[in-house]
Nanobody, 122 residues
Framework: QVQLVESGGGLVQAGGSLRLSCAAS????????MGWYRQAPGNQRELVGR???????NYADSVKGRFTISRDNAKNTVYLQMNSLLPEDTAVYYC????????????????WGQGTQVTVSS
């Protein structure tokens, strides 16, 4: 019931920056968390960072100090500002949202975007 549309991926040199965006739409009661995951070829999908609706943030240690997640609740949009990019940041980045479907159930369901490729050249 939630559609996630990602944008902003591309090719950038090491040390450069990219900004990813993800907008959620559809039928849902509320979105509890929004975040970003990534998956490189041959690797498991890993958490990059996520935003909770109380304003707190989690980041993977590998991106702390370089990546920043922000969230616009009014637009149901999450952003990932990536600075000082490294070749090891190369991956497909996936937007994730955990949403409640109704006002009478606190259960959340995970939704995923289609992914956007980020490639960092050395």
């Amino acid at each position: 019931q939630v559609q996630l549309v990602e944008s902003g991926g591309g090719l950038v040199q090491a040390g450069g920056s990219l900004r990813l965006s993800c907008a959620a739409s559809g039928s849902f009661f509320s979105i509890v968390t929004m975040g970003w995951y990534r998956q490189a070829p041959g690797n498991q999908r890993e958490l990059v960072g996520r935003c909770f609706n109380d304003g707190s943030r989690n980041y993977a240690d590998s991106v702390k100090g370089r990546f920043t997640i922000s969230r616009d609740n009014a637009k149901n949009t999450v952003y990932l500002q990536m600075n000082s990019l490294l070749p090891e940041d190369t991956a497909v980045y996936y937007c994730n949202a955990a949403a409640r479907r109704s006002s009478y159930s606190a259960i959340t369901y995970d939704y995923w975007g289609q992914g956007t490729q980020v490639t960092v050249s050395s």
